[in-house]
């Protein structure tokens, strides 16, 4: 187990946190953004097959992508592992193509945040789908739009808080994720190292309580103000589409 | 520009069959709720794909089932206004308008935005959101936002179903302007004979997914009331005249109809013009011998063309004055003790009747 470098009498800054806090703090903070945003469009796509779609296999594709809501995430970080790791049928293919590496790496971490929050984002926006009014839709084609333009003029805009819901599940999700990016990259301080892993790093070591309550009330505020963000943009958007 | 429909369609226990012609103008279509009005129009617009059939506009083929054709719905660039408005409740009232505006192609954009928003009475309601208009109001801007999409044909679903009538009143002079000033061809689903009657050039009457009748305006409303029975309160003929002259002091404008003249309420917008009015059949008496003393104005001279016999007991009878037909609905009782046949010269005694423009 990697921990946490001398976290005895080290230098600590005017917020009472370690450099090495920050640097776990500001990767939770790139890890879970990355994520968020990385799966926003495959997210979208998905909830919009899953409410729209008519096609076999709908049910399994609804399954394969609740899988991580419900397995241990020690089970999907193994399988992430399996597939995704340098020698894996997937991580073989994007490191030879694309030169993207997953294990041991901050994207490793990244990709597990993204799978275990994709469930979560999916149902949200695919909830907003449901409840636009196809009427609408269906008036746009009449004057004219096509189906790409109806999505991206009507509605687009229409599952907006939808969507902005589903972002912040998926970032509070990535935010506490621990048990599948600690299977899948590991707990490598300033590379994997997350909040969370750190936090847990924290309670395995003798006199460690401190750094975990610091770390603890740093995630609170995080995760508070990314709620508070979330309230507001929600109130934007629907102050913006105020429905008949 | 004429739109030209032949199309069968199985809605699960209903089979819809229709086949008309519409050039220029209104052309109303016509019959109670279910009469398959609504699915014709909808495959019109490519909202419906018909299980056989061929629909064109001006020798362009928008669908043909035989040769496998169907233009998708955005490129038809036919305006569509629904029964409920249907705004973009995220968009601005003057942004719904640009929507379609946007779309259509630039050197095709026939109706300039003013002036769409001064034929419709708008102007004021532009910054606003719809949640924040009244009824009559979004259907008016939704009007606006079919004409703004320079369609080649308007086809309107009940625009007015949905609104009281003192909506209905409001919008009615704008879809008459729409009709008289723009020289879009409008198709116009509607069960109610007021509408049809004030805004249509052609009806084509359906009944159970069937196209029973079709014609002008004016000939259909003076037949037996049969094909227009949606309401059988409603029944009544429309008749053509010109305004002879307008008494402003009484308030009553004199029209000249083929042979005979009749005393309307109201005044009419000008001497020498075109107007329909409207006779309900239930509004009009008959009698053997000319009667005196009496407050109406209007007793016509003419003779029985027909009688038809409902099931409810009662008569309706066309009565031939002069080359117009007026439609009476009296008892069976009555008819048989004026001893009523074919030929018979008889007065009609008007009751009420109507100026329809």
Wanted: with cysteine; net charge neutral.
């Amino acid at each position: 187990m990697a921990g946490l470098r001398c976290f005895k009498g080290q230098d600590l800054d005017a917020l009472g946190l370690s450099s090495d806090e920050w640097t776990a703090i500001e990767l939770s903070l790139r890890v879970s953004i990355v994520a968020m945003l990385v799966s926003l469009p495959f997210g979208i796509a998905a909830a919009y097959l899953l409410a729209r779609g008519r096609f076999w296999g709908k049910s399994i594709l609804n399954g394969v992508i609740h899988l991580p809501l419900i397995l241990p995430p020690v089970v999907t970080g193994f399988i992430l592992l399996i597939l995704f790791g340098r020698k894996g049928p997937i991580g073989s293919l994007l490191d030879q193509y694309l030169g993207i590496v997953f294990s041991f790496r901050w994207t490793g971490a990244a990709l597990a945040c993204g799978v275990m929050g994709f469930p979560l984002m999916v149902r949200s926006i695919r909830l907003s789908i449901e409840a636009v009014d196809r009427k609408l839709e269906e008036a746009a084609g009449t004057l004219g739009a096509n189906p790409a333009w109806t999505f991206l003029t009507v509605t687009l805009p229409l599952i907006l808080p939808g969507i902005i819901a589903g972002m912040i599940l998926s970032f509070a999700k990535a935010m506490g994720e621990f048990g599948a990016t600690v299977t899948f990259v590991s707990n490598i301080p300033g590379e994997t190292q997350t909040l969370s892993s750190a936090i847990y790093t924290f309670t395995q070591v003798p006199g460690g309580d401190a750094g975990a309550m610091r770390l603890t009330i740093v995630a609170i505020v995080i995760s508070m103000a990314a709620l508070l963000a979330s309230e507001f943009l929600a109130y934007l958007a629907g102050r913006r589409v105020d429905f008949e | 520009m004429t739109l030209s429909v032949d199309i069968r369609h199985q809605l699960g226990t209903f089979s819809l069959e229709a086949a008309f012609t519409s050039d220029g103008g209104v052309t109303a279509l016509f019959g109670r709720s279910g009469s398959g009005k609504t699915s014709v129009i909808r495959i019109i617009a490519g909202l419906i794909r018909p299980d056989h059939g061929r629909i064109s506009l001006d020798g362009t083929v928008l669908t043909d089932t035989d040769r496998r054709v169907f233009l998708p719905r955005h490129r038809r660039r036919f305006g569509y206004v629904f029964q409920e408005a249907r705004l973009f409740p995220h968009l601005s009232v003057r942004q719904n308008l640009n929507y379609g505006r946007w779309f259509a192609p630039k050197n095709e954009r026939s109706e300039s935005f003013d002036s769409v928003v001064d034929l419709l009475g708008i102007a004021a309601l532009l910054d606003r959101r719809p949640a924040k208009l009244s009824g009559g109001e979004k259907q008016r801007v939704a009007i606006g936002r079919a004409l703004l999409s320079s369609p080649q044909l308007l086809l309107m679903d009940e625009p007015l179903a949905a609104l009281d009538e003192a909506r209905k009143a409001e919008i009615l002079p704008y879809l008459e302007r729409l009709r008289d000033e723009t020289k879009i061809p409008i198709i116009y689903v509607s069960h109610s004979i007021a509408e049809v009657a004030r805004l249509a050039n052609r009806v084509v009457v359906m009944r159970d997914g069937k196209v029973e009748t079709i014609g002008p305006a004016v000939d259909i409303f003076s037949q037996l009331s049969g094909p227009l029975a949606t309401d059988r309160r409603e029944a009544g003929v429309l008749l053509e005249g010109r305004v002879e002259e307008i008494d402003i002091r009484h308030n009553l404008t004199v029209v000249a109809l083929k042979a005979e003249k009749l005393f309307v309420p109201g005044r009419a917008t000008g001497v020498g013009k075109t107007v329909r009015v409207h006779i309900p059949a239930r509004d009009v008496m008959l009698a053997t011998a000319r009667p005196e003393g009496l407050s109406a104005l209007n007793i016509l001279d003419g003779e029985v063309r027909d009688i038809g016999m409902m099931a409810d007991g009662t008569a309706e009878v066309r009565v031939d004055c002069g080359g117009d037909t007026v439609l009476a609905r009296i008892t069976q009782f009555s008819a048989e003790r004026l001893g009523l046949r074919a030929g018979l010269p008889i007065h009609a005694i008007i009751k009420t009747v109507a100026l329809e423009q």
